[in-house]
């Protein structure tokens, strides 16, 4: 028959191009979740590196104040500003703090432990995937003994 090239069919049109659109489909499948799991690995990490220097500045203003009750109020400014400075401020916020041997804290050989827990949320989760958006519990500690940080007067 002339006009017609072997192989093909009359009304038989082919995968050409079809290979195109379902690489794009498999990457766009791909890519999204990996992009996702990228920026919560990153949002995590600032998040433990906020939570570290939080319970460390938390520590060190404990240590420095001149009784317990003030050294408390003092080491929550301390965590709340490091979390700010870490572009976390509004994540909720935990202060522990515990001494060892003795009940106050600024009496000598006392070793102080801080405690700091929080928690960040998770970056690009829609509510539809959820009630709320998903969030990684972090925490810290940092232990200062007393007479490494005090006043000389």
Partial sequence: MPGVRRGHRLGDRGEEGSALV?????????????????????????????VSAAARAA????ALAPSDAEGRQRA???????LRDQGIGSAP???????????DC???TSVITVRISSSVALPVLPDALGAERGRFALDASHTVPIGQ????R
């Fill in 22 to 50: 379902e690489l794009v489909w498999l990457g766009l499948l791909l890519l999204v979740p990996l992009l996702w799991i990228v920026l919560s690995v990153f949002e995590v990490q600032r998040g433990a590196y906020a």
């Fill in 59 to 62: 520590g060190r203003a404990y």
């Fill in 76 to 82: 929550e400014e301390a965590a709340r500003q490091a």
């Fill in 93 to 103: 916020l935990q202060v522990e703090v515990s001494c060892t041997p003795h009940a």
């Fill in 106 to 108: 600024h009496s000598g």
């Fill in 149 to 152: 940080y005090q006043e000389v």
